[in-house]
C-alpha cells in the first residue's frame, strides 16, 4: 500500500476566517472542500512544502507556525498522511491553479461544506480549538 505525504494549512485572516478551496473537476475528489496544501518533495519538511504550494497553487505566501495534527485515510490502493499546520496568511492576491473556488469562512461554517474525507478530522478539530 503506497503511503503519501500531503501537508495542509489551516490559515487563519485577520478577521477570523479560515481559507478552505475546493478540488477542480477532472481531480480526485473533485467539488470536495479542503484546506489548501499539496504533496511534500524528498527531504522537504511540511512547513517548506506549504511555504512552495501555496505559492505555486494560489500565488499567496504564508507562515506556518504551528503544528495542528495529523490524519491518515486509505483512499483505495493509496493511503494519504494529512499532516496539518496552523499557518498566517502574508501576502499576494489569491489566484486559482488547482482549484476552482475559495472561501474564507469562520470555523462554525465548516461544517456547510462538503470535505474531502482525510481533511474532515480536522473540520471536527477546530470546531472545539481555539487558535
Known amino acids: 500500500m503506497a503511503m503519501i505525504k500531503v501537508a495542509a494549512a489551516i490559515i487563519e485572516n485577520q478577521n477570523g476566517r ?7 473537476k477532472g481531480k480526485s475528489q473533485e467539488g470536495m472542500w ?3 496544501g499539496g504533496k511534500l518533495e524528498p527531504g522537504e519538511s511540511p512547513e517548506e512544502c506549504l511555504r512552495r504550494e501555496l505559492l ?3 500565488g ?3 507562515e506556518p507556525y504551528a503544528y495542528f495534527g495529523v490524519n491518515e485515510h486509505a483512499y483505495g490502493a493509496v493511503t494519504i498522511c ?13 489566484v486559482l491553479v488547482d482549484h476552482d473556488e475559495y472561501r474564507w469562512v469562520y470555523r462554525e461554517e465548516l461544517r456547510e ?3 474531502a474525507p482525510a481533511d474532515v478530522r480536522f473540520v471536527g478539530m477546530l470546531g472545539f480549538e481555539r487558535f
Open 82 to 94: 494529512l499532516i496539518a499546520y496552523k499557518a498566517t496568511y502574508v501576502s499576494g492576491e489569491i
Open 56 to 58: 505555486e497553487e494560489m
Open 60 to 62: 499567496i505566501e504564508i
Open 34 to 36: 479542503e484546506f489548501p
Open 113 to 115: 461544506f462538503t470535505f
Open 18 to 24: 479560515i481559507l478552505i478551496a475546493r478540488r477542480a
